[in-house]
Nanobody, 120 residues
Framework: QVQLVESGGGLVQAGGSLRLSCAAS????????MGWFRQAPGKEREFVAG????????YYTDSVKGRFTISRDNAKNTVYLQMNNLKPEDTAVYYC?????????????WGQGTQVTVSS
C-alpha cells in the first residue's frame, strides 16, 4: 500500500513557475514508476510526465516538453514536478500517480490532487 500526498500548487501568473512535490509512504517507493497527471474542468484526466523507478528515464506529454521537469529522490520518497513558463492552459488539478507491476498484477495509487491556476 502506498499513500501519496501532493503539495506545492497555487496561483501563478503566466510565465511563472511552480514546483509540485509528492511525498509517498512506505518502504518500497523505489520500486514504483511515478507520474503526474492533470485534469482541467470539463476535461478528462491526462498524462503529464513520468519517471522510471530508478529515475533513469523520463517521459512528457508534448505540450509540456521543455517547460516541465520530473525528478525523484528515492531517499526522501518524493517525486517532483518543476513547472516553468506556465501557461493558462496548464490550469488544472495535478495528481501524483504510482505504479508497480508484479507478475500479472499491476498496482496503481493516486494522490488527492493539488490545484494549479495560471492567470493570464
Amino acid at each position: 500500500q502506498v499513500q501519496l500526498v501532493e503539495s506545492g500548487g497555487g496561483l501563478v501568473q503566466a510565465g511563472g513557475s511552480l514546483r509540485l512535490s509528492c511525498a509517498a509512504s512506505g518502504r518500497t517507493f523505489n520500486t514504483y514508476a511515478m507520474g503526474w497527471f492533470r485534469q482541467a474542468p470539463g476535461k478528462e484526466r491526462e498524462f503529464v510526465a513520468g519517471i522510471w523507478w530508478s529515475g533513469g528515464s523520463t517521459y512528457y506529454t508534448d505540450s509540456v516538453k521543455g517547460r516541465f521537469t520530473i525528478s525523484r529522490d528515492n531517499a526522501k520518497n518524493t517525486v517532483y514536478l518543476q513547472m516553468n513558463n506556465l501557461k493558462p492552459e496548464d490550469t488544472a488539478v495535478y495528481y501524483c500517480h504510482a505504479e508497480r507491476v508484479a507478475g500479472l498484477i499491476s498496482y496503481h495509487y493516486w494522490g488527492q490532487g493539488t490545484q494549479v491556476t495560471v492567470s493570464s
